[in-house]
């Protein structure tokens, strides 16, 4: 060795390079373990303040048991990709927490204890072939034997990793978990079924429901209650029936001792009706809700027989009538995105979209005490029709005819704020419930200076199918979100609430977002083929009423078949424009799409290819300047 050092000048300097590069290979497994370069669109690899805060706040010692089939999975280069991310997160996760965070690895060999333990904990297993199965999913316990369970980390639900984490340790950290009261007229708990599916374990709850007892200790307040227990935080109001003076006061006294409220009325409420196990649809459900004298007292009002149209961010369906236009605007749902959300209010500020049906429009009344603040608006393109006319049955395209566009934006949701004076100033109501039971008179209060209450005037909101897509992995049922409605949801409970830490981390989360480009060119050309359908409808009526005149007026046979000429001339010209119209509307689209697909694939790489290369030669330019100012000599090695 030492006869090679003398020989070579350079041999030495290779020696150290390499004793370098082994020091700095250990040191950065020991001090740098941690540290990762996150170079993603959303830093979807780095911790966010939220979940720093919920850590920091993890007073007991929790534990996370991480289940991973490590060997089996090592011919499921997916699954060893997802679960290389979660371990990661999980130990940075545990860096943060000061001792408070206890994880462990465990890979349940079969037949082994530690699989006895998953099954029994509720892990879910994933079968593959040779009749192996994949352990994937953690388990979170604390001291007082609470239990939090990740069956199995589905692939569907990657983006949402470091929430579904950072909700199960803070569960776990708060084991008294915040009570949210609801009123409601829908079967958020039971689903379609009713509480007979679920006398016989069948329910389908909605999955929004889901997702608020996993959150929230929820507790259904009954009907003709007088009073809101003290114990509910934030009350609930989604479609409930028209209050009586009872129920409304109850509601009224929670907001005057500063309780919060978030209501979802609506002039129209298609998920209402959704259809029970027979067919129909669920009795005792009622279509239309307000809370009209509350909503006085608030500053705010909805009118019953006014329901929002939108050109602009109408909803695609199946139009089921022309082959050509397989689907159609439908102007009464709609999915709204950033450009209608008040991006300066922590609960639509993270939200990408909406998906709503048959909504209603918000208004602040004269002399209102409170500020109202909207939420969610309508687009620049909006306008409003009766509710006895959407009741008629109106096709997708007869509606579009109709629309007229009027003032904009309409506000669909709004938070109201400030001081809110009793809807009852006499007193409490006399009894109206079968006890007979009546408000105590000493217990009235007559003013909020601090009110802070949500409204949104949609229900359809709560409808899975408009907001999720339905799955079943495993055995475990889970959605996939296609809309933000149940991020809405949460983040304005937590809102209310005091809490916007799990807020801050749906804000990570991001659903696919359509092309509005090409949405809006389709619009507008799909506007251009109605008008020249209202055309043609025209000409043909106009066509057919002289040539009824004709036969009225005792004409001649040649003139009634000249005429029907005429008519079938003008037929034909009028289809034949149809068809152009429609023709330039696919051309025009599959363009746009071409070039938008051709941009991402070729274009974006090409340009970090170049950027590339351009950074490339600057610093090799830099470099030789460099070596030029210093002096520096390069010698070529050769053979000598």
């Not at 259809?275 to 500053?299: D, I, V, Y």
């Amino acid at each position: 060795m030492q006869g090679f050092i003398k020989r070579s000048p350079h041999g030495l300097a290779l020696v150290l390079l390499a004793v370098i590069f082994v020091s700095l290979n250990v040191f950065s497994n020991l001090s740098l373990r941690a540290a990762r370069l996150d170079l993603t669109q959303n830093n979807l690899f780095t911790l966010s303040q939220g979940t720093l805060n919920i850590l920091a706040r993890v007073e007991e010692p929790v534990t996370l048991k991480f289940y991973y089939s490590q060997d089996i999975a090592a011919d499921q280069p997916k699954v060893q990709i997802f679960a290389q991310r979660v371990r990661d997160m999980l130990e940075e996760m545990a860096s943060h927490a000061d001792g408070r965070l206890l994880l462990e690895i465990i890979d349940p060999e079969p037949f082994s204890e530690n699989e006895d333990q998953a099954v029994a904990q509720g892990l879910v297993a994933r079968p593959i072939q040779d009749g192996d199965v994949i352990y994937f999913g953690l388990v979170g316990t604390n001291r007082v034997d609470s239990l939090e369970v990740i069956p199995y980390f589905a692939d569907e639900r990657q983006q949402y990793l470091e929430y579904d984490l950072a909700r199960l340790i803070h569960n776990l950290s708060q084991p008294e978990k915040p009570v949210l009261g609801i009123i409601s007229n829908l079967p958020l708990d039971t689903g379609a079924g009713g509480m007979m599916a679920a006398m016989r374990g069948q329910s389908q709850p909605f999955l929004i429901y889901a997702e608020l007892t996993d959150r929230f200790e929820v507790e259904f307040i009954a009907l003709d209650a007088v009073k809101i227990p003290k114990r509910v935080d934030v009350v609930l109001l989604a479609h409930p029936r028209p209050p009586s003076d009872v129920q409304a006061y109850a509601v009224d006294q929670f907001v005057m001792r500063g309780g919060r409220v978030i209501a979802f009325v609506d002039p129209q409420s298609e998920v209402s009706l959704t259809a029970g196990p027979n067919g129909e649809p669920l009795r005792g459900f009622t279509e239309q809700s307000n809370l009209t004298k509350l909503m006085q007292q608030w500053g705010v009002h909805m009118d019953d027989n006014v329901i929002l149209a939108d050109r602009k961010r109408a909803q695609r369906v199946s139009a089921g009538r022309d082959a050509r236009r397989a689907l159609t605007d439908y102007i009464l749902w709609m999915g709204y995105g950033p450009d209608e959300m008040n991006a300066d209010d922590p609960v639509t500020g993270n939200i990408d979209r909406l998906n709503l049906g048959t909504v209603g429009v918000l208004r602040a009344t004269e002399n209102a005490t409170t500020d109202m603040v909207a939420l969610v608006t309508s687009s620049d393109e909006a306008g409003v029709m009766t509710r006895d006319y959407v009741l008629s049955a109106p096709t997708p395209d007869a509606l579009q005819r109709r629309f007229v566009q009027g003032e904009a934006p309409y506000t669909i949701a709004a938070r109201l704020s400030g001081r809110v004076a009793t809807a009852f100033p006499d007193g409490p109501p006399e009894a109206g419930n079968k006890k007979g039971e009546r408000a105590k008179v000493k217990d009235h209060l007559r003013e909020n200076a601090a009110a802070n209450i949500i409204v949104f005037a949609d229900s359809d909101f709560f409808d899975d199918r408009f907001w999720v897509s339905e799955q079943n992995y495993l055995g475990q049922r889970f959605g996939v979100p296609i809309a933000d409605n149940g991020k809405f949801l949460l983040n304005a409970v937590e809102n209310l609430m005091g809490s916007d830490d799990l807020i801050s981390l749906r804000g990570r989360e991001r659903i696919a977002r359509p092309f509005t480009r090409v949405e809006d060119l389709r619009r507008a050309a799909e506007k251009d083929y109605l008008d020249e359908e209202e055309n043609l409808i025209a000409r043909i009526e106009a066509a057919q009423k002289e040539l009824d005149q004709l036969e009225r007026s005792g004409a001649t046979l040649g003139d009634a078949e000249a005429a029907a000429k005429a008519h079938r001339a003008e037929l034909l010209s009028a289809r034949k424009s149809l068809r152009r119209v429609q023709g330039d509307l696919r051309r025009d689209i599959d363009v746009l799409e071409s070039w938008v697909t051709w941009t991402n694939i070729i274009a974006v790489p090409l340009l970090v290819g170049l950027a590339a290369l351009g950074l490339a030669y600057r610093q090799r330019r830099r470099r030789l300047a460099t070596q030029k100012a210093g002096g520096l000599i390069v010698e070529k090695q050769g053979a000598e």
